[in-house]
């Protein structure tokens, strides 16, 4: 009776413990899974609530190519302020999703943001504010940044 407990010791030990651990790292996988879905709904979420705000400034035409001619004072600082916002939002979403090798997901979830990036560097405004909104961000955000911008633009921008 001893040897086959002994035995059904070994076979727990070789068979179960191995499929025990696969589970184990497939349900943490599914957990990193869903926590990096979680951030990209979040993230998008936030970009939705931005728009808003671009909605509720219609006279400031921000979503526009061409600069606003003759802008107020009161328009000018409306502006930047919502650019701040964009450009901190832009900084989240490079920090929390971007990465030099990303799985095909992650590539996925990151190009909506690349393409979001694109779109506003192509707005003459914004452009034309990058130098002053990147000041004091992330170096590694403000270096991608200026490149979608010059590949967009076609222009070099220069940090002060």
Known sequence: MRDFWEY?????????LPV??????LEQRK???????????????????????????????????????????DQNERTMIIYEMLISLFERA??????????????????SWDDYMRE????????N????LLRGEDPGFQHYIQRIAEEERGVVIQLN
């Open 94 to 111: 490079y920090i929390v999703a971007w990465n030099e090798h990303m799985s095909e997901v992650e590539a996925r979830r990151w190009n």
């Open 20 to 25: 025990a651990i696969f589970f184990f790292m």
């Open 129 to 132: 504010a990058l130098p002053l």
């Open 31 to 73: 957990e990193r899974n869903n926590e990096e879905e979680e951030a990209y709904q979040l993230l998008s979420n936030a970009y939705n609530d931005f728009l808003k705000v671009v909605l509720a400034n219609p006279d400031l035409h921000l979503r526009t190519s061409e600069a606003l001619e003759h802008p107020t004072p």
């Open 120 to 127: 506003w560097c192509r707005r003459e405004n914004f452009f």
């Open 8 to 16: 059904a010791s070994f076979v727990v030990t070789a068979l179960a």
